[in-house]
């Protein structure tokens, strides 16, 4: 079983639509949480953390469910330029601080 | 955020020979380490730089294949030696700052060996 497991998609969408994407974790000593974006060809961007509280930025929703080890993350009235694919990311800090990265889930955005 | 430069961003480079890639951060950090990304592949960590020690390897990864300096705390380098095709990639630089636990990366060194 991989350590973090996304669904690759692609998810196609019309513009304005919402879409989740999900993603779960195997090590249940993992401390924090993020999202990564990564555009075509470039290095990934810290899009948001992910609390236990769950947190909202904008049109952007992540929650984290410790219990089944499970995140999300909520895109509402989609834009075109959120296109991209969507990194989860587990950070055990026991671990010498490293980050175990799922494989992403692409997004494409329609007009 | 962190401001992260990488040189080269880009090279085409024949088998059997290495090629050194540099890290510049704009401020001090605690954490530096080396990515690479293959082609559709997600992100896999060679090793943590360590400031005035040998690097950290993550599994199937070696000292004598990618070694790896940190002489101080806002640069690293990275050698890819004797390089194959298998090596095409690119090759991420991530810090952590200093006071922080959220990870930024560098724009990455795109790599070619023919």
């Known amino acids: 079983r991989k350590e973090v497991e996304q669904d690759p998609g692609p998810f196609n969408v019309p513009e304005g639509a919402t879409v989740a994407f999900n993603c779960t974790y195997s090590n249940s000593a993992s401390q924090s949480f993020f999202w990564y974006r990564q555009d075509c060809r470039k290095e990934p961007k810290l899009l948001m953390s992910?609390?236990?509280s769950g947190n909202e930025d904008g049109r952007f929703t992540a929650q984290l469910n410790r219990a089944s080890q499970y995140i999300s993350l909520l895109i509402r009235d989609s834009k075109l330029s959120d296109s991209a694919t969507y990194l989860c990311?587990?950070?055990?800090?026991?671990?010498?601080?490293?980050?175990?990265f799922g494989q992403g889930t692409t997004l494409q955005v329609k007009p | 955020s962190a401001v992260i430069s990488q040189k080269p961003s880009r090279d085409i480079c024949q088998r059997g020979t290495s090629l050194t890639i540099q890290c510049q951060v704009d401020s001090q950090v605690t954490m530096m380490f080396w990515y690479r990304q293959q082609p559709g592949q997600s992100l896999t960590l060679i090793a943590t730089?360590?400031?005035?020690?040998?690097?950290?390897?993550e599994s199937g990864f070696v000292i004598d294949k990618f070694p790896i300096s940190r002489p101080n705390l806002t640069f690293s380098t990275l050698t890819v030696s004797n390089m194959s095709p298998e090596d095409s990639s690119i090759y991420l630089c991530s810090v952590v700052k200093t006071g922080s636990y959220e990870q930024y990366f560098g724009p990455g060194t795109r790599l070619t060996v023919t």
């Open positions: 730089a360590n400031q005035g020690s040998e690097a950290t390897y």
């Open positions: 992910v609390y236990s």
């Open positions: 990311v587990v950070w055990d800090r026991g671990n010498t601080g490293k980050l175990i």
